[in-house]
């Protein structure tokens, strides 16, 4: 996946997609559908390029901007896998799930993460 120029992922809906997470933990952009849980680990123009679900011109149009901006295009890679490294990591989902056992197992009810 680290040889993707970018990914492109085209649901008419989505959970938490597993393809777009892999790719930002990798450097590589994402061209999506505007669906489900992408909207949650996609800000359009900083991770990828974000176009409506149906809309055949504006996801043409996002991959030929990803194609004639390579330069962009890595910094949203770069800024795709330091918010992966950052925001879901290993260490933060354990520290996250700790943290709900400890304040249950106070008694308080637990924190959003």
Do not use: C
């Not at 359009?44 to 055949?56: A, E, I, S, T, Y």
């Not at 056992?101 to 308080?108: A, I, K, N």
Request: glycine share 12%; charged share 25%; hydrophobic share 45%.
């Amino acid at each position: 996946m680290s040889g993707f120029d970018f990914t492109v992922l085209g649901s008419s809906q989505e959970g938490f997609p597993n393809v777009v997470m892999e790719s930002l933990a990798r450097g590589v952009p994402v061209v999506s559908t505007a669906v489900g849980g992408v909207l949650e680990l996609i800000a359009d123009g900083v991770h990828g390029r974000l176009v409506p679900f149906g809309d055949v011109d504006a996801m043409a149009g996002a991959i030929m901007w990803m194609i004639e901006h390579p330069e962009e295009r890595r910094r949203m890679g770069e800024a795709g896998r330091e918010r992966m490294a950052k925001e879901f990591s290993t260490e933060r989902m354990i520290a996250a799930t700790e943290a709900i056992y400890e304040e249950l197992l106070s008694g308080r009810s637990p924190a959003a993460p």
